[in-house]
């Protein structure tokens, strides 16, 4: 049984810090394409952050250069370390995962086959 499993969020103010973790479960970990989800209410589902398979990143332009992605395949764990926090990274996050494309260029969540159940990250002004 597939299992993506978040954790790390919380209520932080602006300019602070987070790490958000996925733990999957239940797939070959490594196989698969990941990336990081956020909805704020009223507001669509956006991309945050990407990883292929090979370790390669992308970004959110919101997000460039304030928020990364990572991997450890060892420990079948997705991380998303989000720094210089502003009230508009306000949302839920979600880490997804999908395996239908060679090069993981997917960017809409449409794409995405496997979610986990989301954390909150609050960010005061």
């Known amino acids: 049984q597939v299992q993506l499993v978040e954790s790390g969020g919380g209520s932080v103010q602006a300019g602070g810090s987070l790490r958000l973790s996925c733990a999957a479960s239940g797939f070959t970990y490594s196989r698969y394409c990941m990336a990081w989800f956020r909805q704020a209410p009223g507001k669509e589902r956006e991309g945050v952050g990407f990883?292929?398979?090979?370790?390669?990143?992308r970004y959110a332009d919101s997000v460039k250069g304030r928020f990364t992605i990572s991997k450890d395949n060892a420990k079948s764990t997705l991380y998303l370390q989000m720094n210089n926090l502003k009230p508009e990274d306000t949302a839920m996050y979600y880490c997804?995962?999908?395996?239908?494309?060679?090069?993981?260029?997917?960017?809409?969540?449409?794409?995405?086959?496997?979610w986990g159940q989301g954390t909150q990250v609050t960010v005061s002004s």
């Open positions: 990883i292929d398979r090979d370790g390669n990143t």
């Open positions: 997804a995962a999908e395996s239908f494309r060679a090069d993981c260029s997917a960017t809409s969540g449409h794409d995405y086959n496997y």
